[in-house]
């Protein structure tokens, strides 16, 4: 069974939508910017994605509001959007089963504001009924499940940094292997100030905050750490037969989902882990690695992750692969990154270009071996790999191929 | 607090929290039917009461209101003796 992208969205710092999203990649737009309550909360580093909050008013009941963590808002847009550009509607999803899958790692921002309210209220029910449905891992999946009347394979896959990556990756199998027709996957991922804090903790956040548009540098010599930030992105995925029957414009294909985990530390990665998550991609899509025309790299500017996967994406790509990390614009998209770096894929694809690894000045030892693209440039992309890498030594790669 | 001052922190609550227009109100009007209450909205009308009248309201409370204007007695009545 074939599987292909009929439709996807993106709420992100570099833009509310699409179009907004693809003018950022092709100028090389920074999201990044500083968030100055976070010095006086405890942060080392103000250093952020940007976001603003959706009013989601005119669309959703008050009811199906209440229940919708910050991350839960972020994916309903991002959803919307993926299902207009699919031509989904909500009476097809009313007559036809659909699933939903989406990375998520916390709600730390709903967890918070429940305990605080309980720990000076001293009772429970004063936290009011929406509470738990934020709080919960699984919010963004009970939300839009609910809200688009969802009668498919419903959870959510919490694998640190690639947990958007592995929502496609399952995603993809489950339609493959003929369990599902059409499945809404994606990533989703809180910015408020209590999401960050313990990994902020960890010193590994960009200091350079007299520079916010040039903090997130990956792959280059002078990287000092990353910027997180957050948003949501949506990717319709469905059987060819699905799409083909409903007559849907067919945006491109699943070919490739490749994963691993690299048994050894619980924050550094290591080479082995993500060659062998790569390799796996590129045997099950049955192709060569020279067959692959871009490689959106996981790369986050910390000095020795990128350092590894440089190593890695040189071990398998060799150095002629155009390689770039989007991370450089958006920042770390965390639980929402492996499904976002797909949609920004899926934009350069169908654009025609590669969006740049901005910042990207002076190469170290390892990045100088690779083909890294600082500057915008127009490419013809047939086949993208993604890779996704996460705390634990997750490692996912997925591969897209234009839809012929 | 007068019974106009509830009545009008109430509606103004129910406008605000609960997306009912006020004018249409009807004050004897079944509560759960007005505000289209589930389960879970009574929950909400808890922490509403007591972020406004700084008291709890049981769901055993809840039992002796029938309709709008049973809610406004019983915040009354119940405020008078907080």
């Given at each position: 069974?074939?599987?292909?992208?009929?439709?996807?969205?993106?709420?992100?710092?570099?833009?509310?939508?699409?179009?907004?999203?693809?003018?950022?990649?092709?100028?090389?737009?920074?999201g990044i910017g500083l968030d100055m309550e976070r010095k006086p909360f405890g942060y080392r580093s103000c250093?952020?994605?940007?976001?603003?909050e959706p009013d989601l008013k005119k669309d959703l009941s008050r009811r199906a509001r209440l229940g919708m963590s910050e991350e839960a808002r972020y994916a309903y847009v991002s959803t919307k959007e993926a299902l207009e550009m699919a031509g989904i509607t909500q009476d097809y999803l009313d007559n036809n089963r659909a699933g939903i899958l989406f990375g998520n790692d916390s709600t730390a921002g709903a967890v918070t504001e429940a305990v605080d309210t309980i720990r000076a209220k001293k009772d429970t029910m004063l936290v009011g009924s929406g509470s738990i449905f934020q709080s919960m891992n699984s919010t963004v999946n009970m939300n839009l499940a609910t809200i688009f009347k969802l009668r498919g394979v419903n959870f959510t896959i919490s694998a640190a940094c690639a947990s958007g990556s592995h929502a496609i990756g399952v995603g993809y199998h489950l339609i493959k292997s003929g369990l599902e027709d059409m499945i809404i996957c994606g990533g989703a991922q809180e910015v408020n100030l209590y999401a960050f804090g313990s990994f902020d903790g960890l010193g590994v956040f960009s200091m350079r905050e007299d520079e916010p548009a040039k903090s997130s540098r990956p792959f280059d010599k002078d990287r000092d750490g990353l910027i997180t930030s957050g948003g949501a992105a949506t990717v319709v995925l469905e059987s060819l037969e699905s799409a083909q029957r409903r007559g849907a414009t067919i945006l491109g294909e699943v070919t490739g989902y490749g994963f691993s985990s690299n048994g050894d530390h619980i924050s550094n990665p290591n080479t082995e882990g993500q060659v062998d998550s790569i390799s796996r991609a590129l045997k099950m899509a049955d192709i060569s690695a020279k067959e692959i025309d871009y490689v959106n790299a996981h790369a986050t500017s910390t000095p020795k992750g990128d350092m590894f996967e440089a190593q890695a994406i040189f071990d398998v790509f060799g150095g002629k692969t155009p390689v770039s990390s989007t991370k450089s614009m958006t920042g770390h998209e965390c639980w929402m990154a492996g499904a976002s770096e797909i949609v920004y894929c899926m934009i350069m694809?169908?654009?025609?270009?590669?969006?740049?690894?901005?910042?990207?000045?002076?190469?170290?030892?390892?990045?100088?071996?690779?083909?890294?693209?600082?500057?915008?440039?127009?490419?013809?992309?047939?086949?993208?790999a993604s890779n996704s890498f996460g705390f634990g030594g997750t490692n996912s790669t997925l591969i897209i191929k234009k839809y012929e | 607090m007068s019974r106009e001052e509830v009545v009008e922190t109430v509606n103004g609550f129910l406008a605000e929290e609960f997306e009912v227009e006020v004018d249409t109100l009807d004050p004897n009007g079944v509560l759960h039917e007005t505000l289209d209450l589930d389960s879970l909205d009574y929950v909400?009308?808890?922490?509403?009461?007591?972020?406004?009248f700084g008291f709890k309201v049981t769901g055993e409370d809840f039992k002796s209101i029938s309709t709008l204007n049973d809610f406004y007695d019983f915040i009354v009545n119940k405020h008078e003796h907080a």
């Open positions: 069974m074939r599987v292909v992208i009929s439709g996807y969205g993106i709420y992100s710092c570099i833009g509310k939508n699409v179009a907004e999203v693809t003018e950022s990649l092709k100028e090389g737009r920074s250093l952020t994605g940007i976001i603003e694809m169908r654009n025609g270009f590669i969006a740049p690894n901005i910042n990207f000045e002076n190469p170290d030892e390892v990045s100088r071996n690779l083909n890294i693209i600082a500057e915008s440039k127009n490419a013809n992309l047939n086949t993208i | 909400d009308l808890v922490v509403v009461i007591e972020s406004h």
